[in-house]
């Protein structure tokens, strides 16, 4: 296998690509359980560091992202099931996030840059399911009586309390599922206000979200529910939620102290500049939370 690897690194590091992702397929016949696949994927591991050495007429290689699997049921047509399995590394990409210790700020900066190669990463994670309802209805809300009872949406508009207390009408824009509760980015249209407000899952909300991913609730690109121990995750969340906002709310947005040096940046990167910042910040509360249960 270390030869193997190291050949395809090397004819792959020939070419001289750009922005390269290397798919390195092993096609082991007797894989079939993850304990074996570390096994192999940690000597695969110190294959590609030692590779990362090698040279090209006398050149460093250039950088390169290696992706190992093992598709054991094309191997071998007779083993049970359909396991495979896949990891990601890198070569010369030393602004990739995953991995390394670093400051948030520097580890979503590599995040953004290197969008398309999480993008590829969370397609493998896609589970999928088919509802057992002629209409797409999950199960969940289905009564026995056939009553179907209809979950919040994205685009729906419903009473919420604003910074007064005070129940007002408003568009759900974005939203997500983590444990009992919905995380929902909520606009006040007359006012172009916008804000995230919470609200409990119902059980049948939660146990259909838990099979079928926050889809249940409208939402097109839902593929799970918010990781809550992922800081990208809570990054991509807050700049879809605030998305649209416009330069306007944005300036309100950032009128407090600590905010001089973005207010005349693009509106694009005034967005990302403020779901950077919010993320930091609940990401620092969540942390020093947890640690606080963990002493108690």
Avoid: C
Avoid at 130 to 140: L, Q, R, V, Y
Avoid at 175 to 203: C, K
């Amino acid at each position: 296998m270390r030869s193997y690897i190291r050949d395809q690194i090397y004819k792959a590091s020939k070419k001289r690509l750009t922005n390269a992702i290397l798919w390195i397929e092993l096609s082991i016949p007797t894989l079939t359980d993850e304990g074996g696949w570390r096994t192999i994927i940690d000597h695969a591991t110190g294959v590609i560091e030692e590779a990362a050495s090698m040279t090209i007429d006398g050149e460093a290689i250039a950088p390169l992202f290696v992706v190992v699997t093992n598709h054991t049921f094309l191997a071998n047509e007779d083993v049970e099931g359909e396991p495979s399995f896949g990891s990601l590394h890198t070569i010369g990409i030393p602004d990739f996030p995953i991995g390394r210790v670093a400051d948030l700020e520097d580890l979503l900066e590599g995040y953004d840059k290197h969008r398309d190669v999480f993008a590829m990463m969370e397609g493998w994670r896609v589970g999928r399911a088919i509802p057992p309802t002629f209409d797409g209805t999950p199960g969940e809300f289905v009564a026995p009586d056939g009553t179907v009872t209809r979950p919040i949406k994205i685009g729906d508009r419903i009473l919420v309390p604003d910074e007064k207390g005070e129940q007002v009408l408003v568009v759900v824009d974005e939203l997500t599922s983590y444990r009992n509760n919905l995380a929902v980015a909520v606009r006040n249209e007359a006012t172009d206000q916008a804000w995230i407000y919470e609200m409990p899952l119902t059980e049948a909300e939660r146990q259909a979200a838990s099979r079928y991913t926050d889809a249940v609730f409208g939402k097109s690109n839902a593929s799970r529910k918010l990781r809550e121990d992922d800081p990208f995750d809570l990054y991509d969340w807050i700049r879809n939620a605030y998305s649209r906002t416009t330069p306007e709310q944005l300036a309100k947005l950032m009128e407090g102290p600590g905010w001089e040096p973005y207010r005349n940046f693009p509106t694009e990167e005034m967005r990302k500049r403020l779901a950077r910042q919010y993320t930091k910040s609940i990401w620092a509360q969540t942390r020093e939370k947890k640690a606080k249960g963990q002493e108690s």
